[in-house]
C-alpha cells in the first residue's frame, strides 16, 4: 500500500554535493518521521538525517552533522537530503525510511522505521 521512491544518487568528486529525494505514497505518505540511512559494504547501515514532527525536529549523526541538511516538504510528501563536502568514506547506498507513528524522540535505529525505499547509490572518489 506504501513505497518510498529515492532518486539522485550518483558519482561525484571529494568536496562535490548531491541531494537525495524521496517521495512517498500510500500509508508512508502520512509518515510521522522520515529519515535517511547508509550502508556502506561489510558495514551495518547506519543512521545518517531524520526529521520529525509538525515543528520538523531534526537529528543527525555526527559524521555528517554541519554538511548535510535533512527537509521535508509535506505538501510534495517529500524528504530532501542535501549532501555537501562530500569525502569518500561517505560513499554507501542510501536509503529512504519512514515512521508512520508517534515517536518519543526522533527514532535513529533502522528497526523503529517501517517503510524502506530501493535504495540510491552515492560514490565519492578521491
Known amino acids: 500500500q506504501e513505497q518510498l521512491v529515492e532518486s539522485g544518487g550518483g558519482l561525484v568528486q571529494t568536496g562535490g554535493s548531491l541531494r537525495l529525494s524521496c517521495v512517498a505514497s500510500g500509508r508512508a505518505a502520512n509518515s510521522y518521521v522520515m529519515g535517511w540511512f547508509r550502508q556502506a559494504p561489510g558495514k551495518e547501515r547506519e543512521f545518517v538525517a531524520a526529521i520529525a514532527g509538525s515543528r520538523g525536529e531534526t537529528d543527525y549523526d555526527y559524521s555528517v552533522k554541519g554538511r548535510f541538511i535533512i527537509s521535508r516538504d509535506d505538501a510534495e510528501n517529500m524528504v530532501t537530503l542535501q549532501m555537501n563536502s562530500l569525502i569518500p568514506e561517505d560513499t554507501a547506498v542510501y536509503y529512504c525510511?519512514?515512521?508512520?507513528?508517534?515517536?518519543?524522540?526522533?527514532?535513529?535505529?533502522?528497526?523503529?522505521?517501517?517503510?524502506w525505499g530501493q535504495g540510491t547509490q552515492v560514490t565519492v572518489s578521491s
Open positions: 525510511a519512514a515512521r508512520n507513528y508517534y515517536s518519543e524522540t526522533v527514532p535513529i535505529l533502522y528497526n523503529q522505521y517501517d517503510t
